[in-house]
């Protein structure tokens, strides 16, 4: 896992690309106190500054509510990489052990599990967050949970997909004979060499995820005020995209770039996957 550290930020592309998401994330954390229009972020309206196009003094314009589209653009970053970090987090939190167990148990433990997790993966990629956004209410948390319940059986297959592989090589079969619980192995064996493939799909996941949330709110089931992501300020501003091109330009770019970085990340990590003996 050193190696694959070491050549990861020896790519300037990919370390490109985490060093954008590092700034930006930090950026949307501070804007709050570093914007001189901050109030914009909670509401606060400017209808005589209303449709600006962007200059010195807003460098993304303004909207048709004269709120700074820079300052609720970069917050928007906050919320937008909240939904990627969580519906990652609790794919792999529930996924990740899941799958492992299911590895290295016996074939009536494997098959159960397994024919659940088909059960999940039988839906459309956006039916089960959208009926689970549905019947929760529209929120972000709400979407978090909504995308991570349709994403996690793909985690619990990537690392049963290691166990068995990992499970038949010699020395885990020697640590077997010799007594060693499954926890041991998938603690000490399984779970070590299988981060480079889980690292993989959690990036571009990631990146994923943001999409996903953006399609929520564009039919009202993602975030709601005063918590903003991309994907609804480019909903709230579509009307009025012919004649203010920046109040859906600047969102629809930073979601771009953002989803971008992340594939480009997860690529990388996809170049230096191996299994370490």
Same mark, same amino acid.
């Given at each position: 896992?050193?190696?694959?550290?070491?050549?990861?930020?020896?790519?300037?592309?990919?370390?490109?690309?985490?060093?954008?998401?590092?700034?930006?994330?930090?950026?949307?954390?501070?804007? +709050?106190?570093?914007? +001189? /229009?901050?109030?914009?972020?909670?509401?606060?309206?400017?209808?005589?500054?209303? &449709?600006?196009?962007?200059?010195?003094?807003?460098?993304?314009?303004?909207?048709?509510? &004269?709120?700074?589209?820079? %300052?609720? %653009?970069?917050?928007?970053?906050? /919320?937008?990489?909240?939904?990627?970090?969580?519906?990652?987090?609790?794919?792999?939190?529930?996924?990740?052990?899941?799958?492992?167990?299911?590895?290295?148990?016996?074939?009536?433990?494997?098959?159960?599990?397994?024919?659940?997790?088909? &059960?999940?993966?039988?839906?459309?990629?956006?039916?089960?967050?959208?009926?689970?956004?549905?019947?929760?209410?529209?929120?972000?948390?709400?979407?978090?949970?909504?995308?991570?319940?349709?994403?996690?059986?793909?985690?619990?297959?990537?690392?049963?997909?290691?166990?068995?592989?990992?499970?038949?090589?010699?020395?885990?079969?020697?640590?077997?004979?010799?007594?060693?619980?499954? /926890?041991?192995?998938?603690? %000490?064996?399984?779970?070590?060499?299988?981060?480079?493939?889980?690292?993989?799909?959690?990036?571009?996941?990631?990146? /994923?995820?943001?999409?996903?949330?953006?399609?929520?709110?564009?039919?009202?089931?993602?975030?709601?005020?005063?918590?903003?992501?991309?994907?609804?300020?480019?909903?709230?501003?579509?009307?009025?995209?012919?004649?203010?091109?920046?109040?859906?330009?600047?969102?629809?770019?930073?979601?771009?770039?953002?989803?971008?970085?992340?594939?480009?990340?997860?690529?990388?990590?996809?170049?230096?996957?191996?299994?370490?003996?």
């Amino acid at each position: 896992m050193i190696k694959v550290v070491k050549s990861f930020f020896s790519k300037k592309l990919s370390s490109t690309a985490l060093m954008f998401l590092v700034g930006l994330f930090c950026l949307s954390v501070f804007i +709050p106190f570093l914007s +001189p /229009y901050s109030q914009d972020i909670y509401g606060s309206v400017h209808f005589e500054i209303a &449709g600006q196009p962007p200059s010195f003094l807003h460098w993304f314009g303004t909207d048709t509510a &004269g709120r700074d589209m820079f %300052t609720i %653009t970069i917050r928007a970053a906050f /919320y937008s990489l909240k939904i990627a970090v969580g519906v990652v987090f609790f794919s792999v939190l529930v996924g990740v052990p899941v799958g492992m167990f299911s590895g290295v148990s016996n074939k009536r433990t494997d098959e159960i599990i397994m024919r659940t997790t088909d &059960g999940f993966l039988a839906f459309p990629p956006m039916i089960l967050p959208l009926a689970i956004t549905a019947i929760l209410g529209p929120s972000l948390n709400n979407v978090i949970i909504g995308i991570s319940v349709s994403w996690f059986p793909w985690y619990v297959r990537i690392a049963r997909s290691q166990s068995l592989v990992i499970s038949s090589l010699d020395y885990v079969s020697i640590s077997k004979s010799m007594g060693a619980s499954k /926890y041991h192995i998938i603690k %000490t064996h399984i779970l070590p060499n299988s981060l480079n493939p889980i690292l993989t799909q959690a990036s571009i996941d990631a990146g /994923y995820a943001i999409l996903t949330a953006a399609g929520l709110s564009f039919i009202g089931l993602g975030a709601q005020h005063p918590e903003v992501e991309w994907g609804l300020l480019v909903t709230q501003s579509r009307a009025q995209f012919l004649n203010h091109w920046w109040v859906v330009f600047f969102p629809g770019v930073f979601m771009c770039l953002t989803v971008a970085c992340f594939n480009i990340i997860g690529d990388e990590f996809r170049n230096n996957e191996t299994v370490e003996i």
